[in-house]
């Protein structure tokens, strides 16, 4: 994450997390080429939808709660909760455990990509970052997130 600096907001590391989360949820090359495929790194689609949910409770709470803490703003915080939404319903529908092909196989699912896109794009370009970067593996999400 490039160009704004990633700590500038109090809780820059859940952030990142949920960015994260958002860019492999969007990214449907992404969904073939490594969650289908089975590539290793990255977690799958349920590790992508506790990323995004993480602490925050944003499967409760309404991302504006952190607008000044994770949220740059309220225009933000509203894309996010449509893509939590959208995302963590699916997942309530085929399970946790259900494999990747459940979930890019669920009707809804074009929709929830919609919506993961559209929140990643404005945090992106907000922080700085090129959106159309391929995600970083959860390893190097790690070292970036360290103190």
């Known amino acids: 994450m490039g160009g704004m600096p990633l700590n500038d907001l109090p809780w820059w590391r859940w952030r990142a997390r949920l960015r994260s989360a958002l860019h492999m949820l ?28 993480e602490d925050t409770w944003l499967d409760r709470w309404s991302a504006e709660k952190y607008v000044g803490t994770m949220f740059r703003d309220a225009a933000e915080a509203a894309l996010v909760d449509v893509a939590v939404l959208r995302v963590v319903s699916i997942l309530h529908q085929v399970g946790a455990d259900a494999p990747v092909s459940d979930f890019l196989g669920h009707p809804g ?3 929830a990509v919609r919506a993961a896109r559209e929140a990643h794009l404005r945090l992106a370009l907000n922080d700085g970052d090129d959106p159309d970067a391929p995600p970083r593996s959860l390893e190097v999400l790690r070292i970036m997130t360290q103190v």
Not at 38 to 52: F, I, K, W
């Open 26 to 53: 969007s990214d449907p090359g992404f969904h073939q080429e490594t969650w289908l495929a089975g590539r290793e790194g990255y977690g799958d689609v349920t590790d992508a939808v506790y990323r995004l949910v």
């Open 109 to 111: 699912w074009p929709e």
